[in-house]
């Protein structure tokens, strides 16, 4: 059991530099995932972590040990790969024993290791198979029964899930996390779904062209995102941006574009009064528009015209257009409105957010 | 399926207490060097480039050496410049032996390509056999040269040919053809012996790159009204080119540096009007002792096979840039 | 499929492809019913009304009989199978070690490396056939196997190495990378990962190295002279014609002799050796 220090870490290629200055401290027994778009990095800094990139400044330490020098075999993690990377020529049991052969374990724990793992993970009959003769998730089984017998200081996950279809992968995501629960290990998982990103991680990273944008735990990326990419990358649908112009006006501040004319929700007044006159982006997610009632203040209702209508059983989610901006609004099954008819919409006040139109970063 | 995570926590309790790891290889100072990603490379790499550059490099800079020489068997020549050069150039045995290697090259490799895709797309098809048709195709290719061309030149033999006993059988000749005692008739059995012997090289690689056609494509050609011949033009041999080039830049080169087939077939004769520049080089630098000489008329081969292989590696460039 | 009617499928394809076959195999029978014929009947006036010429009723192992006990033709035919052996061993070794350094580090000058690989793959023998006998000389190792050994690696190694290289890269990293996180060396885990997977490719050059270098000739015949110490294809050449005589019945039976172990080994291993074939002109 291990915490996992990056410090100031940088991976450079020829010409990409992939990882920029990063910072991380894991601790111990935590769930640390990565997500980001494709080329942001995570996964070459979960490459440097396991040893297979070299780093090219920084450091890391997993334990009290600095690894920058030693080779993959030596730092006691373990990995389970995107294509699960299982050895073809082998069995089941073979594949989950080579590990521990390597490292000389005696044969009688060797077995037993073996098959407490293949119990926890229900792949006991598979244990005489070849890698081909198993379906998708039987492989993701094995490759992750592979890792957790060699019992290491830290589990990596690049993309563990990618390669499943959307429900073994659901599945596959809960059945990761009561692992996690009961093996207490350290462990990093690298994805670009922010949806297994929110439910596994203890703490997530959100990762950028290299650098890292926001730390936090899910909930709160989620309600108090530090800039506009996190903003949008956390939550689905995304939220709504629309850049509005700051207002003074009747002793209040507003946010005006064409089409809306709200009030600045008091939480955020005091911070926007340095923007008054000037445009800022205004950020709404979906789920914080609702149909305007009779008890919606009015100063947060704004008219809007559907354009599309996305019936989704347990809730609707309406494409609308309001002046030059198109906002999704996520409301109740129940809801009637129809395509070209033109709605009231509220904010809910408080959740609201606000970043700078240049720097991008929350105010 | 079951959900084993929840349950069966008493059997699997022992994972959770973690043993000691066994003490790690000792970090050996061999295995440390090996790690690295560079060193690594070039311990693999030693023994190729050790080998490469004996008996390629060095034998090439020799090469180049000697035929600036007058070197002999037994006697270490001085330095003459381009002497050898200029002597062979001078020398109408070798004028023959510089046209015959591009003739012989030109028209077997026109032959191997024609009838080697017609073989392909003979063999692309489905029939009653085909595997063992496939193989026996390919036995002129396998079976050393030297012994199938002996017998294509008893198959020529002056005297008791069985190909001008057939021809004679069948009413086309009066008299025998003079098939190796004829210079030009010589020629032409070499480069009929060279296509049969490469034409499988031919199908068979056009045959792989055939197969990894996608069907329907024909199919939609079909549809799109195109009979046979169009659809080979329009569908197959685009796809096919890229295979295409590189076969024939293999086989210009081996043809163009051939030996084997010309030395046992002709030896060069009647009168040196059937020698390629690799028996020519042969002659005069083994056979003679000439080896200066020899050297300078092996490298005449050169600028040809540079050029091709620049044309190939250029074109590889390109194919992996697409 | 497209419909053809049935004559055109003669004319087009069953026609055209026994000519084909026929074509190709004549030869090889050719080689047989003379290698079985006796020397009466094989010198036999080809106006002859008498001539059959396509078969013979009087088959005769004699030809044979000679061969073997009259010549050292089975010195040779050892002496081709060792050298092949030894030399496709030798290339093998090096080209699985130089094809996985090319196929998966990075280095420095990897590139150049590769291409000069390919360079030297596509340099013909006979360019070089009168230097090396120089350097042959040099290393005192002329007319011993060893002259053949240490060169056809020459252009075995280059193949081996152009063909597996092209194999490891089919072969995910990421299997390597896994060994080396459950406690590989680089070095273990791409003799106890890669190497096992690449068995295939491994096999397929194998066998396409050693048909070339039981088919080398201009080598075996500059840089061997005692007899005994010939190749197949040399000794053919050089030891069953005496003088100007060509003793036909026996050149074809150590003709037959001498294709006969290529052509069994290829036969067991047909689906290989194609995939060298193609494999080796694979960019």
Not at chain 2, 40 to 68: Q, R
Not at chain 3, 235 to 259: C, K, N, P, T
Request: with cysteine.
């Amino acid at each position: 059991m291990a915490q996992v220090m990056m410090k100031d870490l940088n991976k450079k290629y020829d010409e990409v530099h992939a990882v920029k200055d990063v910072n991380l401290h894991i601790r111990d027994k935590e769930f640390m995932v990565l997500v980001g778009p494709s080329g942001c990095g995570k996964s070459t800094t979960l490459r440097m972590v396991a040893g297979l990139e070299e780093i090219t400044s920084g450091e890391i330490s997993i334990g009290d040990r600095v690894v920058n020098d030693l080779p993959p075999k030596d730092r006691d993690i373990a990995m389970v790969f995107q294509n699960y990377a299982l050895y073809p020529h082998m069995t089941v049991y073979d594949n989950m024993a080579f590990g521990l052969k390597m490292r000389k374990f005696p044969k009688v724990e060797i077995q037993k290791r073996v098959q407490d793992a293949a119990e926890i993970l229900g792949i006991q009959e598979l244990l005489k198979r070849k890698p081909r003769q198993l379906s998708g998730g039987q492989r993701q089984r094995v490759a992750v029964g592979r890792a957790i017998v060699r019992h290491p200081q830290v589990f990596l996950f690049d993309e563990p899930l990618s390669n499943l279809d959307a429900k073994l992968r659901v599945q596959m995501r809960v059945e990761l996390k009561r692992l996690h629960e009961r093996l207490e290990t350290t462990a990093i998982y690298v994805t670009h779904d922010q949806v297994e990103a929110m439910t596994l991680g203890d703490r997530v990273v959100v990762m950028k062209d290299g650098w890292i944008q926001q730390v936090g735990e899910p909930l709160e990326l989620y309600g108090r995102p530090a800039n506009k990419f996190v903003a949008g990358f956390i939550g689905s649908p995304s939220m709504n941006f629309v850049d509005v112009k700051v207002a003074d006006a009747n002793g209040a501040l507003w946010a005006e574009t064409q089409g809306i004319r709200v009030k600045v929700p008091p939480i955020h007044t005091s911070r926007l009064v340095p923007y008054k006159g000037q445009q800022v982006t205004m950020g709404v997610r979906p789920e914080d528009l609702h149909p305007a009632s009779g008890s919606d203040p009015r100063e947060y209702c704004f008219d809007a015209v559907v354009d599309v209508v996305e019936p989704l059983g347990s809730e609707i989610l309406l494409d609308l257009r309001v002046g030059n901006n198109t906002i999704v609004a996520r409301v109740e099954p129940t809801n009637r409105v129809k395509v070209h008819e033109s709605t009231r919409l509220a904010l809910t006040p408080d959740r609201a957010h606000f970043f700078d139109l240049k720097t991008e970063l929350a105010i | 399926m079951k959900k084993p995570i929840a349950g069966g926590a008493g059997s699997v309790a022992g994972l959770e207490v973690a043993l000691p790891h066994p003490r790690a290889t000792q970090p050996q100072r061999l295995t440390r060097f090996l790690e690295n990603e560079r060193a690594l490379a070039a311990i693999l790499l030693a023994p190729t480039v050790l080998i490469l550059g004996t008996f390629i490099a060095y034998p090439f800079i020799m090469g180049v050496w000697l035929s600036l020489s007058s070197t002999s068997v037994g006697n270490v020549g001085e330095f003459v410049g381009f002497k050898n050069f200029a002597k062979a150039w001078n020398d109408s045995i070798f004028r023959t032996a510089f046209g015959n290697t591009f003739y012989y090259t030109f028209w077997a490799t026109i032959f191997k390509l024609t009838l080697g895709m017609w073989l392909a797309l003979l063999l692309n098809r489905h029939f009653r056999g085909k595997r063992i048709v496939r193989a026996s195709m390919l036995l002129p290719f396998i079976v050393p040269t030297v012994l199938s061309t002996f017998a294509w030149r008893w198959m020529f033999d002056p005297t008791f040919s069985v190909l001008n006993w057939l021809l004679y059988k069948g009413g086309l000749i009066t008299t025998k053809l003079p098939f190796l005692s004829d210079g030009v008739y010589g020629m032409w059995c070499a480069i009929t012996v060279n296509t049969w012997r490469g034409m499988p090289f031919f199908a068979i690689t056009l045959l792989a790159g055939l197969q990894t056609i996608n069907p329907d494509l024909h199919e939609a050609a079909s549809l799109d009204g195109a009979n046979g011949w169009k659809r080979f033009w329009h569908v197959t041999w685009p796809l096919l080119k890229p295979v295409t080039v590189v076969v024939v830049v293999f086989s210009v080169i081996q043809t163009f540096s051939d030996f084997q087939l010309i030395y046992v077939l002709t030896g060069g004769g009647p009168a040196n009007s059937t020698h390629l520049l690799a028996t020519y080089a042969y002659q005069v630098g083994v056979a003679t002792g000439l080896l200066g000489e020899g050297a300078a008329i092996s490298l005449f081969m050169l600028p040809v096979l540079f050029v091709v292989v620049w044309l190939q590696l250029r074109y590889l460039r390109r194919m992996e840039g697409a | 499929m497209v419909i053809e009617r049935k004559w055109k499928t003669w004319v087009y394809f069953y026609i055209p492809l026994t000519v084909f076959v026929v074509g190709t195999l004549f030869p090889f029978y050719w080689m047989l019913i003379t290698a079985i014929r006796p020397d009466a009947e094989l010198y036999r006036s080809w106006r002859a009304a008498t001539n059959t010429p396509f078969w013979t009723l009087q088959p005769t192992l004699e030809h044979f009989r000679d061969l073997m006990a009259k010549t050292t033709f089975p010195h040779w035919l050892w002496n081709t199978l060792f050298i092949a052996v030894v030399s496709t061993a030798i290339s093998l070794f090096c080209g699985l070690l130089a094809g996985y350094a090319l196929a998966r580090l990075r280095f420095p000058m990897a590139g150049t490396l590769g291409t000069s690989i390919f360079v030297t793959y596509l340099v013909p023998p006979t360019l070089l056939f009168i230097p090396l006998a120089n350097i042959i000389r040099t290393f005192q190792v002329g007319d011993t196997p060893w002259a053949l050994i240490l060169t056809y690696p020459t252009f075995l190694i280059p193949f081996c190495t152009w063909l597996l290289m092209g194999y490891f890269k089919t072969i995910p990293k990421e299997l390597e990378e896994c060994a080396r996180i459950d406690g590989a060396t680089r070095f273990g885990a791409m003799v106890r990962i890669i190497f096992p997977i690449a068995v295939p490719g491994i096999l397929s050059a194998g066998i396409f190295a050693f048909t070339l270098s039981w088919n080398e000739f201009i080598y075996a015949l500059v840089f061997l002279s005692s007899p005994e110490k010939k190749t197949v294809p040399v000794g053919v050449v050089s030891e069953l014609i005496r003088g100007d005589i060509y003793f036909w019945g026996q050149l074809m039976a150590g003709a037959l002799l001498g294709s006969i172990p290529v052509a069994l080994v290829y036969s067991f291993f047909v689906e290989y050796y194609v995939t060298g074939l193609t494999g080796s002109v694979k960019g």
